[in-house]
């Protein structure tokens, strides 16, 4: 893979085309048996309820669909993220790798007499990533190539998963890679995908959320959760939290004034001392004389253009949950 791309062009791959990210710290959980997707539907805070038969003459979906969301225990508190390809005969389960062993005990504790299995394929599979609005124009190259697929948005700019059997993960990297069309399609690098999901607004697991956050602390209820499916583990909180209540703190992102780095754990203040939260991940921005940082605040302040402290310096929300949020990186 060439990693000779810069952020810059990275970035423009991201907007306009493609990005392809290999995600090596995934493992896998495959699920099988005539009740796989009801049951695991009701472990999962999105949507993975079967589609209803197609009328006469309609034209039928692609051949694998699938989504990103969250397993949450009974208290409503995210327990791990993941992401979900549904296949012919199976379905795929991405998660973090350090997450992987204990979702599957989680999971086996709600099989009781549905006919699904559950199989631990970490080793024989591989994830790849695409983020970007050409992402779903790749799926059927990474189809050709071997891999399951499907059309995930999991930053907010188009995106598709691909799972494959991990001796054909480079195969499907340079089919993705090589697809045709307007746009480019680049592979990313750790460096400048940690720049960039900062920028996108994009929170990352065991750095600005962990399991001690419900999901719209993380304001992720817009991205992973569904709130119009059927019954889940932790549902009545999360929808409750949701509908009739706020949570206490949500995740935005922040423009931060100074090159200087701001560390994890940096108070944010308002402008009168008092504080109302602390940062989760810092960039620098490329564009100009400040850093992009992610962080909670109080709700009550996590309103776009609030403005705060940081670290001692002058700060102000570019990006919060809901309807303050604009849907634009921060000046770009």
């Not at 006919?115 to 059927?140: K, N, Q, S, Y």
């Not at 600005?208 to 019954?231: H, I, M, T, W, Y």
Request: charged content about 20%; proline content about 5%; aromatic content about 6%.
């Amino acid at each position: 893979m060439n990693d000779a791309h810069g952020l810059d062009e990275q970035r423009r791959a991201l907007r306009e085309g493609a990005l392809v990210q290999p995600m090596p710290e995934l493992g896998t959980l495959i699920v099988t048996g005539s009740d796989r997707q009801t049951w695991l539907n009701g472990l999962v805070t999105c949507d993975l309820a079967p589609q209803k038969p197609l009328p006469a003459g309609a034209k039928a979906s692609p051949p694998a669909g699938g989504a990103y969301g969250l397993n949450v225990v009974k208290t409503g508190k995210i327990f791990a993220e993941v992401w979900i390809v549904i296949a012919e005969d199976r379905i795929y389960v991405g998660a973090l790798r350090d997450r992987i062993g204990a979702l599957r005990e989680s999971f086996e504790r709600y099989l009781i007499m549905e006919d699904a299995e559950l199989a631990d394929a970490t080793g024989e599979h591989a994830w790849v990533f695409a983020h970007g609005p050409r992402a779903a124009e790749l799926a059927a190259a990474g189809r050709a190539a071997g891999a399951d697929a499907a059309i995930v948005d999991w930053t907010g700019l188009g995106g598709a998963l691909f799972v494959a059997p991990r001796q054909a993960e480079g195969a499907v990297v340079e089919a993705l890679l090589a697809a045709g069309g307007a746009g480019p399609v680049l592979p990313t690098t750790a460096a400048a995908w940690e720049v960039l999901r900062v920028e996108n607004n994009v929170p990352r697991f065991g750095v600005d959320f962990d399991d001690q956050n419900f999901p719209q602390e993380a304001s992720l209820e817009e991205r992973a959760v569904s709130f119009n499916k059927g019954c889940y583990l932790g549902q009545e909180t999360v929808f409750m939290l949701q509908m009739r209540g706020h949570a206490k703190k949500r995740l935005v992102q922040l423009a931060v004034e100074g090159e200087g780095d701001v560390p994890a754990g940096a108070e944010i203040a308002l402008p009168d001392g008092a504080a109302v939260g602390a940062v989760t991940s810092q960039v620098k921005d490329p564009g100009g004389q400040r850093v992009l940082a992610l962080g909670y605040v109080k709700y009550k302040h996590a309103v776009q253009g609030t403005a705060l402290r940081v670290a001692g310096r002058a700060a102000e929300i570019t990006r919060a949950p809901g309807a303050a949020a604009s849907g634009a990186a921060p000046g770009r």
